[in-house]
Nanobody
Framework: QVQLVESGGGLVQAGGSLRLSCAAS????????MGWLRQAPGKEREFVAA????????YYADSVRGRFTISRDNAKNTAYLRMNSLKPEDTAVYYC???????????????WGQGTQVTVSS
C-alpha cells in the first residue's frame, strides 16, 4: 500500500561509500518495517537489512554487518542505507521494500521500489 522510490546508486571504487535513499508515499510510513534487498546477475535476491517501525531494532545480513547502516526518518517518509567499505561483491540492484507492522522475516516484504544500481569496481 506504499509506493517506494530508490535513489543514490552509482559507480564507486572498492573501499568507497554510498548512501541510498528510499522515498515513500502515504501517511502510514511509520507503520511499516522497512528493508533493503539486493540482486546480482545470476543470483537470487538476498536480504540486506531491515529496520522496525520505530527504529528500535535493526537486522543485517552477515555479509554487510559492520559496513552498512540502515536508518529511517519517519517525518520525511524516507529510509536510508549507508554503505561503507564497499566491495565488488556488493555490486547489485538494490531494492527498498516494506512490510506492514513489525519485522516478520526477510521474505515478508510486500511493497517494492524499482531498484537502483550499485556498481563497485575493484
Amino acid at each position: 500500500q506504499v509506493q517506494l522510490v530508490e535513489s543514490g546508486g552509482g559507480l564507486v571504487q572498492a573501499g568507497g561509500s554510498l548512501r541510498l535513499s528510499c522515498a515513500a508515499s502515504g501517511r502510514t510510513f511509520g507503520s511499516y518495517t522497512m528493508g533493503w534487498l539486493r540482486q546480482a546477475p545470476g543470483k537470487e535476491r538476498e536480504f540486506v537489512a531491515a529496520i522496525t517501525w520505530n527504529g528500535g531494532s535493526t537486522y543485517y545480513a552477515d555479509s554487510v554487518r559492520g559496513r552498512f547502516t540502515i536508518s529511517r526518518d519517519n517525518a520525511k517518509n524516507t529510509a536510508y542505507l549507508r554503505m561503507n567499505s564497499l566491495k565488488p561483491e556488493d555490486t547489485a540492484v538494490y531494492y527498498c521494500a516494506a512490510q506492514y507492522g513489525s519485522f516478520r522475516g526477510a521474505t515478508e516484504f510486500g511493497s517494492w521500489g524499482q531498484g537502483t544500481q550499485v556498481t563497485v569496481s575493484s
